[in-house]
């Protein structure tokens, strides 16, 4: 049995090709959850400052990309876009580094797309459940609305949003593995193709498991350390 | 280094054949740690560039994502198992069969239906009972057909289908031979035995198709050509055979008639 | 222009009118202030006054009416379609430059230290730098004896301290215009009285402050005017002497009355 | 698109809608108060509680759901003693009972954390108040924290509920048919991947829209009037 | 029983200690109220007056000292290991069931309506059916004129406003004992006059009550006895007559001095 494994993991190379894909889950995900974060807090403003038109829009690409399976809004980034872009690349004669880098772009961007909508709602339910007599002091104070928000207002809708921001990198941490479709070999693919042809599903899946359990550990490690940072001042004692 | 194996794409130079393949399929297309395929679908794979004299570029994909994959020009040719069927060909092109597995029910062993004797006991005896299939064949198709008050499960992967049968949860499993092969001589599959009633395209056309073939692009006819006279030549040389018994212990290679 | 603002007034209010909904709050309250006025804004609870106070610096759009602080004004008029049109509404920032208010409730920012909730503005609207903020922002700390608290959060604080920092924010704002949302509501007798120095020494230094109080002494000790609202319109506006002596209607009289009843 | 693949297509994506429909109403309702049992223990002030389900927590929101519904159905399955206990074995026996046993735990697990944060932010002193009243800790909870989380978790919380449409999904994996499932078995016989895609796509986005819809207006009945707070 | 009950203190504070920290706050008060008092709690800001307010029905723990009600006590001890023990933690429900408080910021639930806010303990607590807890709730509105405000939410209401449905939310739930954190902080004195004839009643159908006001007038009139705080302990505990004309320390001469300079 032990002997088994230790041929799979280590003779067979499965370990090296865990942890490759396991690299490629987290280079995708922390870089989808960053831009998808840091695009998600502007239209959330759209959203809660309801922007005529604007707001509508914001809401409407929030509830289609929440609305439909992941899976789709890659199928559709990538199937839609990869003929133009070929052409392209290939009229400016970058061809082949189109072909070779345009999945790992699409990846990030659909999971970017795909935590930003989750993102939006997380951070506006937050904006608005910051009681307004503090943003009252603050523009009778005549801070500019650029300042209210950003010392006062994001403060504390952060401290709000921290736990549903958790939840969507959690969740999109485990959304990478769509990337699959796209012909990257993340860490649930990887795991699948091993479960596949070595006939040991159980070991393969607990393994791939395990290492988002690590991952998912470490952050929310740090994630207490933020709620403790944003919590300061609010515990009587 | 990361960045260099997720994608491990190439340009469609001449001189590469650019072949889709699934890679998570016992003895058909196995993708070992490094992204080397191996299998019959890459012997056979193999066996057409050398005949071409191209190189064989492979492309391990989900299933799903084959097709689409194709239709964009990610790579020229599947070759994944695929069995040929008229309702697939709405989609895709063939190129000609060149080999075809049979399909067998398995059961408990101590099960009284081990000894059944045709297709038409079987439908009989399973009306009403739990059938497994797996997903990316069209065996679902068949069985929907043959036996409709049958309660049908579908699965993602062999191995799965194989617990469910273990536990207890499938009265009988509908599959093809070289998987059947592999199961009942794993410890596994100690306790169960195939119903020894031989089923083929032959049975049923619509359902179970004509055998495994090439998948490419539609009106390809240029490569469809070349592709055919590879695997005709295949076909009569032996290679097929060879790879078909190296793999699946078995000949299953289809006859070559133009 | 200097001379002009001394002898024009800081702030004038004209027929200002706040509905919410179906209920008429403010039903045109006109008045106004020279600089280094002290006017208490008087009245039964719920007649309007925090409300007035709010429309001064638009936290609160009004109705309709016209605001004018130091020349610069904005009026809200309703147009053809019954809507709420804001004429000049580019000077409400200019208002809120020149206006500081302390509110009813303090809302103090809960995740700023004492210190911070002062220097905030200082920082970022006066634009000063870190250590001289401070400098000031303890300065007016310490006139309301709140010195020692300066690291503490606004929760670790009692009600009478919370409304102190609330004075001190924007005591060292040093705004012209101040507005004052019953300041000592929290405060002990003591503090009353330092209060009631400090606000002195701002008028004196040329600050403008409207206040809202319930305690009636406080007001006549602090106030040069008394206004007496209610039931949304200004009831009378007279010097404390002449108001407390002279009730201009039965409203006022009551009001008065039970004053003095209380403190029999 | 090829209009006769829709045609072919819809009456079985039809059949799934129900399974699926199915399994999110039971991911939503027995979820739901499960997500907020876990959330109050997670708030506990005994720490052996709050320890546990800080661990569930971490477990079921830390793994993929596949591995998750993959170790319920086959996994457990492996065990003897479950096989042959009536309880356990209706419970994971069945694909549809074990699909939404996984839904209602993974679930729970981000539901927990959705309302732990919004038991949280809530004021102090209104707790306070409900307490000087004499209110017992349940009628506390009842009658003010949650009315008053639930307003501060329901954007998060209908996105939950999106999440859980989707998941279900996963379901297929264990054979059960619902809206996947059939798009895979109907995939796999006519290779129009793209078509069935899409059109899976729209049955999910139909009913999340309903949901997410129900719930916006559900979100605005319960918010009381926000202006006017000094 | 019964009898036992009445002569017996309905609340006595023991030595009550109680420090944030390293800041003490409270540092060892003792008083007793016997059924019908009514006290005020009165010192400077920050003395401590809402912290053993809060100490008594156990919103805060106190760092030491015993508290009973009616004759259940609850005592907290620091044992070896410097860990606070409560002992006879269950009666903290019992307390608050006989023990009512309208707190300093008011703290009414913003999703309740006026009517919901007071309701809401009547039904849940006191077990009244809707019908019967409305007409309750409107009977308590009214004493302090809310009543046509009962469907209002919090938000909608000024601060008076909100203030008094705090005060009718106790008066509905008719506690044996009340405490009021400055209950008249933001009423005009109109209102301060009626809660005074409301807490007077309250007190001659036996009702036990301890306020802590900054109105000393107030405090004056509507008190048996008054309490005055100083840093943490118990300086004085007087009739109001005797406090006044007769202060027992320099703290106490200079805070009440402050009092009529302010009014002077
Ligand atoms: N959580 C806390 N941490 C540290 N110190 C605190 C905390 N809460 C209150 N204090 C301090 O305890 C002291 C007493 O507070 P308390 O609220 O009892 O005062 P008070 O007598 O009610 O004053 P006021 O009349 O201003 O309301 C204050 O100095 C306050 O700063
Ligand atoms: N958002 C609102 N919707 C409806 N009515 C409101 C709203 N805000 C305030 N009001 C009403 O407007 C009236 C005036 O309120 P305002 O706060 O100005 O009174 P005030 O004079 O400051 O009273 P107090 O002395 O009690 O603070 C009150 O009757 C109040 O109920
Ligand atoms: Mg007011
Ligand atoms: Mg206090």
């Known amino acids: 049995m032990l002997n088994d494994i230790w041929v799979l993991m280590v003779e067979k190379g499965w370990t090296l090709a865990l942890l490759r894909g396991a690299g490629v889950t987290i280079l995708i995900g922390v870089l989808g959850v960053v831009i998808g974060l840091a695009s998600a807090i502007p239209l959330a403003i759209l959203r809660w400052r309801r922007l005529p038109v604007l707001s509508q829009l914001v809401d409407a690409y929030s509830i289609v990309i929440r609305g439909v399976p992941g899976l789709l809004v890659i199928y559709l980034l990538f199937f839609g876009s990869v003929d133009w872009v070929q052409k392209i690349a290939s009229a400016f004669g970058y061809a082949d580094s189109a072909e070779n880098a345009y999945p790992f772009i699409v990846g990030i961007i659909a999971i970017a797309a795909i935590s930003c909508a989750y993102s939006v709602e997380v951070i506006r339910g937050a904006l608005q459940a910051v009681p307004v007599g503090l943003l009252e002091a603050a523009r009778s104070l005549s801070l500019s609305p650029r300042l209210t928000f950003f010392r006062v207002t994001l403060p504390l809708a952060l401290r709000l949003a921290l736990g549903g921001i958790n939840n969507v990198w959690q969740m999109t941490i485990k959304d990478t593995s769509l990337v699959s479709v796209v012909g990257m070999q993340e860490l649930m693919r990887t795991a699948a193709v091993a479960a596949g042809i070595t006939r040991s599903p159980l070991l393969f899946y607990c393994l791939a498991a395990a290492m988002f359990f690590a991952m998912t550990a470490v952050s929310q490690i740090l994630f207490n350390r933020a709620e403790k940072y944003f919590n300061r001042g609010f515990s009587r004692r | 280094l990361v960045l260099m194996a997720a994608m491990g794409f190439a340009r469609a130079d001449d001189g590469v054949l650019r072949v889709g393949t699934e890679g998570d399929a016992p003895q058909f297309s196995m993708a070992d740690a490094n992204g080397n395929v191996t299998g019959f679908d890459a012997d056979i794979a193999n066996g057409i560039c050398a005949e071409l004299k191209v190189k064989c570029k492979f492309v391990v994909q989900t299933f799903s994502s084959l097709v689409p994959s194709m239709d964009k020009d990610r790579f020229d040719i599947i070759i994944s198992g695929l069995g040929i069927t008229d309702e697939r060909m709405k989609k895709i092109d063939y190129s000609i069969p060149y080999a075809t597995t049979p399909q067998y029910f398995v059961v408990p062993k101590d099960s009284p239906l081990v000894g059944l004797k045709s297709l038409a006991e079987i439908e009989k005896a399973l009306a009403g009972k739990t059938i497994g299939v797996v997903n990316g064949t069209t065996y679902a198709k068949f069985i929907k057909k043959h036996i409709p008050t049958a309660d049908l499960k579908t699965y993602d992967a062999t191995t799965q289908q194989n617990s469910d049968l273990g536990t207890g949860r499938l009265d009988a499993a509908f599959g093809d031979s070289p998987t059947w092969v592999d199961f009942l001589g794993s410890p596994d599959g100690a306790n169960f035995a195939r119903i020894d009633v031989k089923v083929t395209g032959a049975d049923d056309h619509e359902a179970l198709g004509y055998g495994m073939g090439v998948g490419l692009r539609k009106s390809n006819t240029e490569l469809k050509a070349k592709l055919d006279a590879a695997l005709c030549e295949m076909i009569n040389n032996g290679k097929v055979k060879a790879a078909s018994e190296n793999w699946f212990k078995d000949d299953y290679t289809i006859p070559c008639k133009k | ?264 | 698109m090829d209009l006769s693949i829709i045609t072919y297509a819809v009456p079985f994506l039809l059949v799934g809608a129900k399974t699926t429909l199915l399994i999110a109403l039971f991911g939503v309702g027995l979820g739901l108060p499960f997500g907020i049992l876990v959330a109050t223990a997670r708030t506990s002030q005994v720490a052996t509680i709050r320890r546990c389900a800080d661990f569930y927590c971490a477990v079921f929101r830390g793994t993929p759901m596949l591995v998750q519904i993959f170790v319920i159905y086959y996994g457990l399955a492996q065990i003897g003693f479950i096989r042959h206990n009536a309880i356990l074995w209706w419970l994971i026996g069945d694909s549809l009972h074990a699909a939404v046993l996984a839904v209602i735990l993974n679930t729970g697990a981000y539901t927990a954390e959705i309302f732990r944060t919004a038991l949280l932010s809530l004021p102090r002193g209104l707790i306070e108040a409900a307490e000087a009243c004499g209110m017992s800790p349940w009628v506390i909870f009842q009658r003010i924290k949650f009315p008053l989380a639930l307003r501060q978790a329901l954007p998060s919380y209908s996105t939950e509920v999106a999440v859980i449409v989707k998941e279900s999904s996963l379901a297929s994996t264990i054979t059960v048919l619902e809206i996947t499932g059939y798009a895979k078995r109907l995939m796999s016989e006519t290779f129009a991947i793209m078509e069935i895609f899409v059109i899976t796509a729209v049955f999910y986005l139909v009913i999340n829209v309903a949901c997410l819809t129900a719930l916006n207006v559900i979100e605005r009945r319960l918010s009381f009037e926000p202006r006017y707070a000094r």
């Open chain 3, 1 to 264: 222009m200097e001379d002009a603002s001394i002898m024009s007034p800081v702030l004038k209010v004209h027929e200002l009118r706040k509905a919410f909904g179906a209920t008429s709050v403010l039903s045109g309250v006109s008045f106004q202030m020279r600089q280094g006025e002290v006017i208490s804004l008087v009245g039964s609870s719920g007649s309007g006054k925090s409300t007035a106070l709010r429309c001064i610096n638009f936290l609160e759009t009004p109705s309709s009416g016209e605001i004018e602080v130091m020349g610069d004004a904005i009026s809200v008029v309703q147009n053809e379609r019954h809507e709420t049109e804001i004429v000049n509404a580019a000077n409400i920032r200019v208002f809120r430059r020149r206006i500081g208010m302390v509110f009813q409730s303090f809302n103090l920012w809960p995740h700023r230290t004492v210190l911070g909730n002062v220097t905030e503005a200082l920082i970022y609207v006066l634009r000063k730098d870190k250590r001289e903020a401070e400098e000031t922002a303890l300065s007016a700390l310490s006139k309301v004896g709140m010195a020692d608290f300066s690291h503490r959060y606004p929760s670790q604080l009692s009600g009478g301290q919370q409304q102190r920092v609330a004075i001190a924010r924007i005591l060292a704002m040093r705004p012209k215009l101040m507005l004052f949302d019953e300041p000592t509501s929290a405060l002990d007798p003591e503090l009353v009285g330092e209060v009631l120095k400090v606000i002195r020494t701002l008028a004196g230094e040329g600050a403008t402050i409207l206040l809202v109080t319930h305690e009636m002494r406080f007001a006549r000790e602090v106030s040069n005017r008394m206004i007496f609202l209610h039931k949304g319109i200004v009831e009378q506006d007279a010097v404390p002497e002449e108001l407390f002596c002279n009730p201009a209607s039965e409203a006022v009289n009551r009001f008065l009355s039970s004053v003095i009843s209380t403190a029999a």
